[in-house]
């Protein structure tokens, strides 16, 4: 069975798939990503469409890329003239099939363990993002004591040199 590759891409960053997926065709490895993107975006495993904005799966194998879609919605990318020519499809049948719950992915298969790697990761960068903000409030504030400290230290000396004058 040929090898197929998921990389995800947000501007010129690419998280690069270096082990693929088996899967029978390309018309398989398009659907598998469709299905990804589903459950990238579903709420009931903790997906968000506006934490994927502007980013997008790429599907690639042996030959190159051949599908690319947008994961969150909405999706702004900025090609450059030197830019290779991509053929970039929204998930239409998604939008044609009537409304039910996006089928979840198999807790073994390698997709699945890759979204709940992301999502593992994003939850941590907003634990870092979280723990910066705090720490550069923390620093303002001592900032700001050590600036009373020296404006008062400043006064005390004035006041003694006055006082040694007299």
Same mark, same amino acid.
């Given at each position: 069975?040929?090898?197929?590759?998921?990389?995800?891409?947000?501007?010129?960053?690419?998280?690069?798939?270096?082990?693929?997926v088996?899967?029978?065709?390309?018309?398989?490895?398009?659907?598998?990503?469709?299905?990804?993107?589903?459950d990238?975006?579903?709420?009931?495993?903790?997906?968000?469409?506006r934490?994927?904005?502007?980013?997008?799966?790429?599907?690639?194998?042996?030959?190159?890329?051949?599908?690319?879609?947008?994961?969150?919605?909405?999706?702004?990318?900025?090609?450059?003239?030197?830019a290779p020519?991509?053929q970039?499809q929204?998930?239409?049948a998604?939008?044609? /099939?009537?409304a039910?719950? =996006?089928?979840? !992915?198999?807790?073994? *298969? &390698?997709? %699945?363990?890759?979204?709940?790697?992301?999502?593992?990761?994003?939850?941590?960068?907003a634990q870092?993002?979280?723990?910066?903000?705090?720490?550069r409030q923390?620093?303002?504030?001592?900032?700001?004591?050590?600036? /009373?400290m020296?404006v008062? =230290?400043?006064? !005390?000396v004035?006041? *003694? &040199?006055? %006082?040694?004058?007299?």
């Open positions: 069975m040929p090898l197929y590759f998921f990389h995800l891409n947000f501007g010129h960053r690419v998280l690069p798939d270096e082990e693929g088996e899967l029978l065709n390309r018309s398989a490895a398009r659907e598998e990503a469709l299905a990804v993107v589903r990238l975006a579903d709420p009931k495993i903790g997906g968000n469409t934490r994927w904005a502007s980013w997008f799966l790429q599907v690639a194998d042996d030959e190159g890329q051949f599908f690319r879609t947008p994961i969150g919605h909405p999706a702004l990318e900025i090609v450059g003239p030197d020519e991509l970039t929204e998930p239409k998604q939008q044609r /099939r009537p039910r719950a =996006a089928p979840s !992915l198999p807790d073994g *298969s &390698r997709s %699945a363990a890759l979204v709940r790697e992301l999502l593992a990761r994003q939850q941590h960068a870092l993002l979280e723990r910066n903000r705090q720490l923390e620093l303002s504030s001592v900032f700001l004591i050590s600036e /009373r020296r008062r =230290a400043r006064q !005390l004035a006041q *003694s &040199r006055l %006082a040694s004058c007299r």
